[in-house]
């Protein structure tokens, strides 16, 4: 008797399904992550340049709520791509009490040199789906995640 078929059938789906999509995530997880070292940044590192990239200034609260993480490690993140000239703080012009984070030059520039590598090796993991699949898998696991409360 395998684990998974024990609990009851609603019960064993569900958890085959939790296992497939852990390991899936933990693959591909490992495979982008892998393709972002060889940026010289960490994950959270180019999560917050390709943010930025894609959407423009936003506040560091902002920031931790698209890449799911606490606002203390997106401060600590932040504090490193400044030392490193990729971001720079600013009060917003409407509201001077919020700080907003947003590309410098020198970040903009190296978004543009590097997203469409990382767009490429993204597509290339993926091409085991057809372009259908992929609709269908990002419509399911959107449905799955917005039907979560935390």
Not at 123 to 129: A, G, P, R, Y
Request: charged share 25%; glycine share 8%.
């Amino acid at each position: 008797m395998k684990t998974t078929e024990q609990y009851g059938e609603r019960e064993d789906r569900a958890l085959a399904l939790w296992v497939k999509l852990a390991r899936a995530y933990a693959t591909f997880n490992k495979a982008t992550v892998r393709d972002i070292r060889q940026y010289g940044l960490t994950q959270p590192q180019f999560g917050t340049i390709e943010c930025l990239g894609h959407l423009g200034s936003m506040t560091i609260g902002e920031l931790s709520r698209k890449m799911l993480v606490s606002g203390g490690n997106m401060t600590c993140v932040v504090d490193n791509l400044e030392k490193e000239g990729l971001v720079r703080r600013r009060h917003s012009e409407q509201d001077r009490r919020s700080v907003m984070v947003e590309l410098t030059e020198k970040g903009e520039q190296l978004f543009k040199d590097i997203f469409p590598q990382h767009a490429a090796c993204v597509t290339d993991l993926v091409s085991s789906l057809s372009e259908k699949e992929q609709n269908t898998l990002s419509q399911l696991l959107k449905k799955l995640g917005s039907s979560i409360t935390e």
